[in-house]
């Protein structure tokens, strides 16, 4: 048990370096972290990481609430409205084989990656973005949810969101964190800027509360969590939200785009180990 909970800690604060120095994605290593290290079943895997990523959600809040960062309207209607896509998602999770649901995890790890590349050759590229932007992208660099930190955005004025695109918004994200147990920030980001019209700062902070929202919902409607012990699940989500914190500081020495860059190495090294293991098991079956 001390060994297990010990390595619980290890993870915990390997994803939450990750989340705080990188601006999120380290969500997307928990289940496979889960499942290969701690010898959990997938299924019960993704309903353990939205533990994680919920309170990693809400600690992430905190700072971006203070600074005014979190539209609560638009951010509570579309959590409220993600309760649609989670009944779906985590219904289809029930019944989907646990190594096709590794398989489809591992696709949208190499899908995470790709977005990312994309994210850090626009990096890379001559400046083209409004002087608003940069300021916003400064804020958003210590967000311990968000994978997609870097992305072509309006100016970060307040405009009104259309009912449909928010209705479009919630269930998408509630189904991805329902069927898949991620927080889905990697895509509430980019959703939120480019289809909402969000500032990038406000899209940041406004992702965690959905996050949270959406964790939370998708959690009860798993009746909560099975198969794992809440002393290993204590111990990875309070080394990850310590950590989370921890590697906001290390964002702000290492550069960006160098943390971005070796952080899409390692998603793509886990997406491949996972596709394997589960090709094979598939495969056998």
Known sequence: MIATASVAVALG??????????????????????????????????????????????????????????????????????VVGSVIGTALN????????????????????????????????????????SGDVELARGSSSVALATISAPPTTRTSAKPWLVGVVGVGVGFLTGFLGVGGGFIIVPSLVLAL???????????LLIIAMSSALALAERHGVSGVSWSVLGSFSVSAMVAALAGNQIASRVPARRLNQGFIVLVIAVACYVAIRSGVALTAA
């Open 197 to 207: 019209g969000f500032g990038l700062a406000d899209a940041v902070g406004t992702s």
């Open 13 to 82: 604060v390997a994803i939450g370096l990750s989340l705080g120095a990188l601006g999120g994605g380290g969500s997307i290593l928990t289940v496979p972290a889960l499942v290969y290290a701690l010898g959990v079943s997938p299924r019960n895997a993704t309903g353990s990481s939205l533990v994680i990523v919920g309170l990693s959600a809400l600690i992430g809040m905190a700072g971006h609430h203070r600074a005014g960062r979190v539209r609560w309207g638009a951010g509570l209607s579309i959590g409220a409205i993600s």
């Open 94 to 133: 029930r019944r989907v084989n646990p190594d096709l649901l590794l398989a489809l995890f591992a696709a949208l790890m190499f899908v995470v990656a790709a977005l990312m590349i994309r994210r850090d050759r626009r990096a890379g590229a001559p400046a083209s973005v409004p002087g608003p932007i």
